[in-house]
T-cell receptor, first 111, second 114 residues
């Protein structure tokens, strides 16, 4: 079992729709959770962080965390073609130095 | 405030050669972490340097080594390059020895081993 699992996609949604990206993790000691966006050929860009159960909203993005189910999700409302990218989920155990990443979900927003 | 800068942006090396990648940390940051991202995969942790000492290492062989300098910039050295070392190498800096608030990555170095 991978430590952080994401559906690889590709996930296609029409412009203006809600895109839902999911991530599960295996380490119950994980305390910090991150979503990164990576455009093709570019480095990952941090877009959301979440530390407590529940929802966290930032503009069109909402991160959701359920530690009991070991599940993190990212919702993108009013999806735009510019949101087309690979979305990486990352988790950090409290005592760890590093982030552990999933393999990413490729999102395509169709005009 | 300048961000994390990496050099070179692209590099082509032959199998068996050695390579050095460089990273300048963001102003005020004393910790540098290196990651390897193979095509279609998420970044994998190589190691972290804090105040010029290695402060954690992932599952990479000893031919991956690093340095951190007094100005907190860093180098990643890879000896005896293998074809599987072809990847995007990412550097991130942070202001503490941990990464509780996530990283800001540099633009990366694309290494191709032929």
């Amino acid at each position: 079992q991978k430590e952080v699992e994401q559906n690889s996609g590709p996930l296609s949604v029409p412009e203006g729709a809600i895109a839902s990206l999911n991530c599960t993790y295996s380490d119950r000691g994980s305390q910090s959770f991150f979503w990164y966006r990576q455009y093709s050929g570019k480095s990952p860009e941090l877009i959301m962080s979440i530390y407590s159960n529940g929802d966290k909203e930032d503009g069109r993005f909402t991160a959701q965390l359920n530690k009991a189910s070991q599940y993190v999700s990212l919702l993108i409302r009013d999806s735009q073609p510019s949101d087309s990218a690979t979305y990486l989920c990352a988790v950090k155990r409290g005592s760890a130095r590093q982030l552990t990443f999933g393999s990413g979900t490729q999102l395509t927003v169709l005009p | 405030e300048t961000g994390v800068t990496q050099s070179p942006t692209h590099l082509i090396k032959t199998r068996g050669q050695q390579v050095t990648l460089r990273c300048s940390s963001q102003s005020g940051h004393n910790t540098v972490s290196w990651y390897q991202q193979a095509l279609g995969q998420g970044p994998q942790f190589i190691f972290q340097y804090y105040r010029e000492e290695e402060n954690g290492r992932g599952n990479f062989p000893p031919r991956f080594s690093g340095l951190q300098f007094p100005n907190y910039s860093s180098e990643l050295n890879v000896n005896a390059l293998e074809l599987d070392d072809s990847a995007l190498y990412l550097c991130a800096s942070s202001s503490t020895g941990a990464s509780d608030y996530g990283y800001t990555f540099g633009s990366g170095t694309r290494l191709t081993v032929v």
